[in-house]
């Protein structure tokens, strides 16, 4: 069926009023949560052969994220999608004000290929549980995630309600051209422009999760051999080819000798010798990224790794040192297994060369006493922080995720999820049994007197 069929399919769906009811999408999310893990072992599959991603890798950073948070959606929508009550001005006494969650109606989500089941669905149950009908775009650098992502929506649910679009260039203009209520983005910022452009035309809200070269700070007290660790997990987990990977390290002077012995000593340890060997280690997505990632080497020292394999989709774990700030490396966000070190003088030079750049997705920031935390949180900004920690600040409900200025803008997981797909839309109810004279003309001086008593 054409894209515009299942458009028009989706719009009256949505007409009649069929996905409002709290129960409904409760069970239909439920659904969802019972094929996702049916299919584990299929969707295990399909992204090891997409990336290399082992089973573990794969359950840990897809699967688990999305029925953790399927779980928690399915336990607080009716509380979520319940009315409240808002507050109400004394010049509109005797009233009550109501708040209602509303659907957008029709949404476009387009997913990105480095965590391809993940940020697909992440968004998608988001408007599900909002009310929502959805037309998915899967990435397809990844086709085999997509093609087992179109199984298991079609598996629950009707193409009036949900449906997966699979294709190229041709398909998201194809999309982009129809009038959507909102469009839900993850990608680059190409890509973003691209969807930005098309929504204008229709005045359709967007949510843009883009990237950006994510500073990692390690302050002179911080613990090395930790920060190490966790700096080395963070950066090289889907073989660096995540958005809110640490994308270089400032690290102080007087732990610059230190910092990257125990670094290289941490990729030995998780990868072993030759981690081209290790089932550990993904691949990277295409060819043509081992090219672009080779290229992005010039330019600056190799401390350790520098292996590239086109042909097996293969760039080696890679700590670089760039002779310059205006190294190749340096100049955009890497999206890949290359690590640079430089040196900081001090937490206000690190401060100073985060704040000249584009606004990050994120910011690391290693240090034991912490006694600096609150001038780089006050000194900088990012979509988000972690504190002695890498990339783990995205899975907790409770904390929006999203982008700010170049990185992006709008958020969600948790409750922001289900917030980001939902209009708030305010009713105000006048009683009739009282109607205070005060506003009506003529505007007489005991009027003015009143005003004046209520402070206006």
Not at 26 to 39: F, M, P, T, V
Not at 406 to 412: F, K, R, V
Not at 428 to 451: A, G, V
Request: proline share 7%.
């Amino acid at each position: 069926m054409a894209l515009k069929d299942i458009l028009e399919k989706q719009k009256r769906f949505f007409s009649e009023g069929k996905t409002l009811d709290p129960a409904l999408r409760k069970q239909y999310l439920k659904n969802l949560q019972a094929e996702i893990r049916k299919r584990n072992k299929e969707i295990c599959s399909a992204l090891y052969s997409d990336l290399g991603k082992c089973e573990f890798e794969a359950r840990t950073t897809e699967i688990g994220i999305i029925l953790d948070e399927l779980s928690a959606m399915t336990r607080n929508l009716k509380r979520y999608a319940a009315p409240r009550r808002g507050a109400v001005s004394m010049l509109n006494f005797p009233a009550k004000g109501v708040i209602y969650p509303e659907p957008y109606g029709n949404v476009l989500i387009f997913s990105a290929w480095n965590y391809p089941f993940q940020l697909l669905f992440s968004p998608f149950l988001g408007a599900v549980a909002a009310g929502n009908c959805v037309i998915l775009k899967p990435a397809e650098q990844a086709p085999a995630t997509a093609e087992i992502s179109r199984r298991i929506v079609e598996a629950v649910f009707p193409e009036e309600y949900a449906a997966v679009c699979c294709g190229g260039h041709d398909t998201t203009n194809e999309l982009l051209a129809e009038p959507f209520d909102y469009i839900f983005y993850t990608g680059g910022s190409g890509g973003a422009e691209i969807v930005a452009r098309a929504a204008a035309e229709h005045f359709t809200p967007t949510t843009l999760e883009l990237g950006g070269k994510s500073p990692c700070i390690v302050d002179a007290d911080a613990k090395i051999d930790l920060a190490a660790k966790r700096i080395v997990w963070g950066k090289f987990l889907n073989a660096g080819q995540t958005c809110v990977a640490p994308d270089y390290i400032l690290v102080h002077k007087s732990v610059k000798a230190e910092l990257p012995e125990r670094l290289r000593y941490w990729i030995r340890r998780f990868y072993g010798e030759d981690p081209e060997h290790s089932p550990d280690y993904p691949r990277i997505i295409n060819e043509k990224h081992c090219e672009r990632l080779k290229a992005l080497l010039a330019g600056s020292e190799i401390l350790s790794g520098g292996t590239v394999h086109p042909g097996n989709r293969y760039v080696e774990p890679t700590l670089l040192r760039p002779l310059s700030e205006d190294a190749p490396v340096m100049k955009q966000e890497i999206f890949g297994p290359l690590l640079p070190v430089l040196e900081i003088e001090s937490l206000d030079e690190a401060i100073a060369f985060v704040t000249r750049r584009p606004k990050p997705l994120a910011l690391y920031y290693f240090s034991n006493g912490l006694r600096d935390l609150e001038k780089l949180l006050a000194r900088t900004s990012s979509g988000g922080v972690a504190v002695n920690e890498t990339v783990t600040h995205i899975i907790n409900p409770g904390l929006p995720f999203g982008g700010v200025g170049a990185s992006g803008h709008g958020a969600y997981h948790g409750r922001k999820s289900f917030d980001t797909f939902t209009h708030y839309k305010s009713v105000m109810i006048k009683s009739h049994r009282i109607d205070m004279p005060l506003r009506y003309p003529p505007n007489l001086e005991r009027n003015l007197k009143m005003l004046d008593m209520l402070g206006q």
